[in-house]
């Protein structure tokens, strides 16, 4: 089974803004688009009902969330080879937080909110 992944997608114009970046570099690569978004949590096996209900709950005790980007970076990694840093709100932080907890899921990793532009294997001069 292929885990699932949640995400945060901006609103419009701006997620038609970011498609297009995508879509562009996407292209020049000659890779697969994908949808601008910001992954909150990953690695999710399996939803049940309960866990869609706290998922639900979650999400409708969030509070706005106001998401700046701060630099565009590179780095070695597949789904992070081009993309935009988000500035790590206390918003941000404490949804991304408490869906993980909603899913049952142990933060092992850390947490960088990025939106990926580019993923790819790429050289660094291309990057």
């Keep these: 089974m292929i885990p699932y992944t949640l995400w945060l997608v901006p609103q419009e114009p701006v997620r038609t803004e970011y498609q297009t970046i995508i879509d562009e570099y996407c292209k020049k ?3 697969h688009t994908f949808e601008p978004h910001i992954t909150l949590t990953g690695g999710i096996e ?7 209900q706290s998922i ?3 999400i409708e005790n ?3 969330i106001d998401v700046s980007i701060s630099e565009v970076s ?4 597949y789904f992070q080879c ?8 206390p918003e941000l932080l404490d949804l991304q937080i408490n869906l993980r907890s909603a899913c049952n899921i ?3 990793d850390f ?8 993923y790819a294997t790429i050289s660094s001069e291309e990057k």
């Design 106 to 108: 142990v933060a092992e």
């Design 74 to 77: 590179i780095s070695t990694t």
């Design 29 to 31: 690569f000659s890779i």
């Design 46 to 52: 399996s939803v049940d009902e309960q866990t869609i």
């Design 82 to 89: 081009v993309f935009a840093r988000v500035t790590p709100t």
């Design 62 to 64: 969030a509070h706005p």
């Design 111 to 118: 947490f960088m909110p990025h939106l990926s532009l580019v």
């Design 56 to 58: 639900q709950q979650v």
